[in-house]
């Protein structure tokens, strides 16, 4: 498994932005994909954003498409979340997962390893 840490979340005002970042260890961050999730309260965990083990696919929700972009840097076992023109829908615990296997995925269950998550609450 992997351990992750996220950081970067806090309060914005609606139309704002903010960079969340994922530190990786415990695994050869550049043989694994890496996926973004979110939690909004009452909610369940929906899928964000991936990237393949490359760093050549992403993959977007349509509720993020055009706002936000995955981005990571292997030699600095770290991935990010640019989010830009942020809305009050988006507020949520955002969680960077990493796939049991190498490619890359939607699906919430092809994830084992996560982070504590990290809060982004936007205000209208």
């Known amino acids: 498994q992997v351990r992750l840490v996220e950081s970067g979340g806090g309060l914005v005002q609606a139309g704002g932005s903010l960079r969340l970042s994922c530190a990786a260890s415990g695994r050869t961050f550049r043989t694994y994909a890496m996926g973004w999730f979110r939690q909004a309260p009452g909610k369940e965990r929906e899928f964000v954003v991936a990237?393949?083990?490359?760093?050549?696919?992403?993959y977007y929700a349509d509720s993020v498409k055009g706002r936000f972009t995955i981005s990571a840097d292997n030699a600095e076992n770290t991935v990010y979340l640019q989010m830009n023109g942020l809305k009050p829908e988006d507020t949520a615990v955002y969680y960077c997962?990493?796939?049991?296997?190498?490619?890359?995925?939607?699906?919430?269950?092809?994830?084992?390893?996560w982070g504590q998550g990290t809060q982004v609450t936007v205000s209208s």
């Open positions: 997962a990493a796939p049991s296997g190498s490619v890359s995925s939607t699906t919430e269950s092809a994830y084992d390893s």
């Open positions: 990237i393949s083990r490359s760093r050549a696919i992403t």
